[in-house]
């Protein structure tokens, strides 16, 4: 039965979306150390099947039709908090369009404001993605890319039942038969350098697949006037406000290379300069040399992936380390500097620290792992003791700590979320 039912399903043409679900695959050049092209055109090209992706701007227009469209705050503002007593105020903040960034957004679109009347948006947009374990038996992964408009209350945003997040790809792997089919292209097993340029590689083609849509940049660049729910025509301006990752991804993500010389997402400290975390010379360190997507950044790259393809320079030969060792980079362009760099935006501003990757389960949970392993040393019985007092602890509020119904010390599929209910519980 099964295989009657594939024979007979119908045939989805890939020029045609599927519920606004585009199937398609990508394409990144093969490079080997010793190889010589004329230009990297002509390098050997590995084919990823199996890229499926939504168009950003199509469900942003989505997303202001939807009856949830009414809670949007279609304006930044300031909210302050009136201290009792002294009658002193307090800015708050808490929500994308209460921050600094969204009223700089709003500053540059009046500084330069469109010629006709039509009210204007600042859309901030907030993407996110994590590889993701489909079972406990297998291999099985998936890695979504979710997008989310900054518009709305994150209380709202929240909530399981608004559906205000909306995926907009799932990103393939490297195949699992990388290696034979580098190996048949170019004669030689890839090195692990090789497979973790390609990966790189990989990323980004998704991504400039995903953002290569005139509509989109146009969006970007001067607006476009969509209908709202209320019947109302506004001009929207996309900016690309965060996007959350974890480190792994995030190395994909800026284009440098993991756990290297310079290992910070967001600056240039060097990994000898962490031990000073903490200190008032380390903050300036932070503040003054903040990675920046700059042209001679991009100079760069565009020499070492010469150096690479006409010159047969291996991808981590010390001609590219020359170029691109001062800040580690990679030798791969960045799709967000491709397509969006000449209209004023700097990808690298966009990544926000991962809380929930260094804090709840980064230091606390290496901490709370110490803390058992001192209790389980010390004497039998202090495990079983921790578990029961944890067990003990009533539920606080809807959602803020969840009752504690395991033994907290066995750590069985611990979440995030769970771990940060330990925390606040031993505070």
Wanted: charged share 25%.
């Amino acid at each position: 039965m099964t295989q009657s039912f594939l024979n007979h399903r119908p045939v989805h043409s890939p020029d045609v979306p599927l519920n606004g679900w585009y199937q398609t695959n990508v394409s990144i050049p093969l490079p080997r150390a010793g190889k010589r092209f004329c230009n990297e055109d002509h390098a050997p090209i590995l084919t990823i099947d199996g890229l499926w992706y939504r168009k950003p701007l199509e469900v942003i227009k989505e997303a202001f039709l939807d009856p949830l469209s009414a809670e949007y705050h279609l304006k930044a503002h300031k909210v302050f908090w009136n201290r009792p007593g002294d009658h002193s105020t307090q800015c708050v903040y808490g929500e994308v369009y209460t921050s600094d960034r969204m009223l700089e957004m709003e500053g540059e679109m009046r500084r330069n404001p469109p010629l006709d009347n039509v009210e204007t948006v600042v859309v901030p947009v907030k993407l996110y993605s994590d590889s993701t374990v489909l079972s406990t038996i297998g291999n099985i992964t998936v890695w979504p890319i979710y997008l989310a408009l900054g518009n709305l209350s994150k209380y709202i945003g929240l909530r399981p039942s608004s559906f205000s997040d909306n995926h907009i790809a799932y990103i393939p792997s490297l195949p699992q038969s990388i290696k034979r089919e580098y190996r048949r292209l170019l004669g030689k097993s890839p090195t692990p350098q090789v497979l973790s340029h390609l990966k790189h590689e990989l990323m980004q083609a998704i991504w400039f697949m995903i953002l290569n849509d005139e509509e989109l940049i146009e969006a970007f660049k001067t607006g476009i006037i969509v209908p709202f729910f209320d019947g109302v025509q506004r001009r929207i301006m996309i900016r690309w406000f965060t996007y959350s990752a974890d480190y792994v991804e995030k190395v994909l993500l800026i284009c440098m290379c993991f756990l290297s010389e310079y290992l910070c997402p967001r600056c240039f400290v060097k990994k000898y300069q962490v031990i000073q975390l903490g200190r008032m010379r380390d903050m300036q360190r932070r503040i003054n040399r903040q990675r920046v997507d700059d042209a001679a950044r991009r100079d760069h790259v565009e020499r070492a992936r010469v150096l690479i393809f006409k010159r047969g320079r291996a991808v981590t030969s010390d001609a590219v380390k020359n170029l691109l060792g001062e800040g580690s980079w990679t030798p791969t362009r960045n799709s967000f500097s491709m397509l969006f760099a000449e209209h004023g935006f700097d990808y690298l501003k966009m990544f926000p620290n991962d809380l929930l990757h260094e804090i709840e389960i980064g230091t606390w949970k290496a901490i709370f792992l110490h803390l058992l392993r001192l209790l389980d040393t010390m004497k039998s019985d202090l495990l079983d003791e921790l578990d029961e007092r944890y067990i003990q602890i009533p539920p606080f509020g809807r959602e803020t700590i969840r009752r504690i119904n395991r033994n907290v010390s066995e750590l069985k599929r611990t979440t995030a979320r769970e771990f940060e209910d330990y925390l606040q519980v031993r505070s």
